[in-house]
């Protein structure tokens, strides 16, 4: 092979969801090429979100007035997310310190001491409490 070219040489890689995703959450591959929220000790993790998103239900989007004319809501979350890596505010399911390696937690958030593969480290400069949203350095 004489070369290779980048499908992408920098910004986040968008994925289609498989269920709602909300922005800031670690997100995992599943089947068929979906992704979806990370679950506690994953190790699948692609990234966090960087917008919200969920399955696109074509029914969602149409309604009617009370005239009984038809009507498109186009507000409707895209069924895309852009999954990217680097620094992301994300919640934190424990307390962690500056520098502490960090896993997948349940519903997409991170966690110190998980047994799953290490995802990122905290990059809050006081620290993150649980519950809180803070600065990780996520590097999957």
């Known amino acids: 092979m004489p070369g290779v070219v980048p499908k992408f040489e ?64 186009m507000s409707v979350p895209d069924q895309y997310v852009a999954v990217g890596v680097g620094y992301y505010p994300v919640t934190y399911a424990t307390d962690a310190a500056l520098g502490d390696r960090l896993t997948a937690a349940a519903n997409g958030q991170v966690a110190v001491g998980g047994t799953g593969p290490t995802v990122g480290f905290c990059a809050e400069p006081n620290g993150a409490t649980t519950g809180s949203v803070a600065l990780a350095r996520i590097l999957v």
């Not at 968008?14 to 599943?30: D, F, K, N, S, W």
């Not at 679950?39 to 309604?63: H, I, K, M």
């Open 10 to 73: 920098s910004g986040p890689v968008t994925y289609e969801v498989a269920e709602p995703v909300v922005g800031g959450q670690l997100i995992e591959g599943r089947s068929a090429g979906l992704v979806g929220v990370a679950v506690a000790n994953s190790t699948r993790v692609l990234g966090v979100a960087t917008t919200d998103g969920r399955p696109f239900n074509e029914t969602d989007t149409y309604g009617t007035t009370t005239y009984g004319a038809t009507v498109m809501d």
